[in-house]
């Protein structure tokens, strides 16, 4: 159950996989992951964990809301 906070871009492409995501596939000058016609597109690896309001514009993007995040 991970929480809704900063969090490592491995964890994240770990738990967007439990909820159905394939990928990460090379694209342009991001990484995207895909679920049916949803493409959420990744920030590049760097030090340092991605960020609160980052991960809430990803999982917006993703059509996850904050309880199925938070229960995977």
């Known amino acids: 159950m991970p929480a809704f906070g900063p969090i490592k871009r491995k964890e994240l492409i770990k738990n967007l996989k439990k909820l159905g995501f394939e990928g990460p596939y ?3 000058k991001h990484q995207f992951m895909t679920r049916a016609e949803t493409r959420v597109f990744l920030p590049n690896p760097y030090e340092g964990d991605i960020s609160r309001d980052l991960l809430a ?16």
């Open 26 to 28: 090379s694209g342009g």
């Open 57 to 72: 514009r990803i999982l917006r993007q993703a059509g996850i809301d904050r309880t199925d995040w938070e229960s995977v």
